[in-house]
């Protein structure tokens, strides 16, 4: 740790809090996929179809 200097506690923080926000938003993303998934397999499940399968024959 000596090469970081006298800021070297300061550096390290820094590193803990970008890699604590990072996994926080990676985490918030990957549930809210999830739950957008289960809504629209719900949503299918009623009979409630896409716009874009409209133009399909």
Do not use: C, N, W
């Not at 000596?2 to 926000?21: C, N, Q, T």
């Not at 990676?26 to 629209?40: F, P």
């Amino acid at each position: 740790m000596s090469e970081l200097g006298p800021h070297a506690s300061f550096i390290l923080a820094s590193y803990a809090a970008v890699a604590v926000v990072l996994g926080g938003l990676i985490a918030s993303v990957l549930l809210d996929h999830r739950a957008q998934t289960r809504a629209l397999a719900e949503l299918e499940q009623r009979g409630v179809g896409r716009r874009s399968d409209r133009g399909r024959s």
